[in-house]
């Protein structure tokens, strides 16, 4: 068996497209989405994500602002930037780029940015609104992942998810929205014995681990979904997956590539809750003027 590709590129393409249409209606109305993207220091792989960010945001025809900030910027320096941000009109979207340098509290920071801006959805209040089945802002790279799944028509409802990975910005959240779709979800961590026969039972496995090829074909269950968020680079420069792909996709029966999978949609779903984030501030300054 050889599992069908899931594009991520192909539906974040199509995703794009249809912001751009919601963009073009709104201007019509006088309003342009922004966003504001905030990188402190120079860490490379944050600066190809933060281009790549503002370069979609341009061609889907939303602003976007890149501030760059010292390395060595201070927290209260930051939290100005970011209060400067939530008390501008043109910025719908905010957006800090992490990891921060170590010097800095980031829950401390995320905390500061508007919910209402929190594009990430990663503020305490966006992640509790989730928890309690009342999203405001989904995080990215689970949005996308959901979105995936859905224009496969995979059926979640009742389905067995198992999600590899704990973290504050894909794990928990991936969690969280397969649970409301209906999942039975089991959240597995550094920590969790046997991993293999947790991933085995799963209809649907997402893993996001940060650790290359983790996960390999003897540890998926015959026709299973797999989605891979992981994206590392190979000594020979060549980006990897967290799921061994080549074992992988001899058993599952669709999967996401690496490049070209959820990394794309991550982007896309930025744009979607930034635009988003407009379409509802215009809704509550008509109801107030
Ligand atoms: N660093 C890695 N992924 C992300 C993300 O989705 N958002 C932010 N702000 N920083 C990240």
């Not at 209060?83 to 992490?98: F, K, P, S, W």
């Not at 921060?100 to 509790?128: Q, R, T, W, Y």
């Amino acid at each position: 068996m050889s599992a069908k590709l899931i594009d991520g590129k192909a539906l974040s393409d199509s995703v794009k497209a249809e912001v751009a249409e919601r963009v073009l209606a709104l201007k019509k109305r006088g309003i342009v989405p922004g966003l504001a993207v905030v990188l402190v220091g120079s860490d490379p792989a944050s600066q190809v994500y933060v281009r790549n960010k503002a370069a979609a945001c341009e061609k889907a025809g939303l602003h976007s602002r890149v501030i760059r900030l010292a390395a060595d910027i201070t927290e209260p320096e930051l939290l100005n930037t970011v209060h400067e941000l939530n008390n501008d009109d043109a910025v719908h979207g905010i957006l800090v780029q992490l990891p921060l340098p170590a010097h800095m509290n980031a829950n401390k920071v995320i905390e500061a940015i508007a919910a209402s801006k929190d594009v990430d959805g990663f503020h305490i209040s966006n992640a509790g609104l989730l928890m309690t089945g009342q999203p405001l802002f989904r995080p990215c790279t689970p949005y996308g992942v959901m979105k995936m799944l859905e224009s496969e028509n995979i059926v979640l409802r009742g389905a067995e998810a198992v999600v590899v990975g704990a973290s504050n910005i894909v794990g928990k959240p991936m969690a969280m929205l397969l649970l409301a779709a209906g999942a039975t979800v089991t959240l597995c961590n550094s920590k969790t014995r046997d991993l293999g026969a947790q991933t085995r039972r799963a209809d649907v496995l997402v893993v996001a681990t940060g650790k290359p090829k983790m996960i390999d074909g003897d540890m998926i269950k015959p026709g299973a979904v797999v989605i891979d968020v992981g994206i590392n680079r190979g000594a020979d420069g060549k980006l990897v997956g967290d799921v061994d792909f080549q074992s992988a996709q001899a058993v599952a029966g669709a999967i996401t590539p690496v490049p070209g999978g959820v990394g794309p949609m991550t982007i896309a779903m930025l744009l979607v809750n930034t635009l988003e984030a407009a379409e509802r501030s215009a809704a509550s300054s008509v109801t107030e003027h």
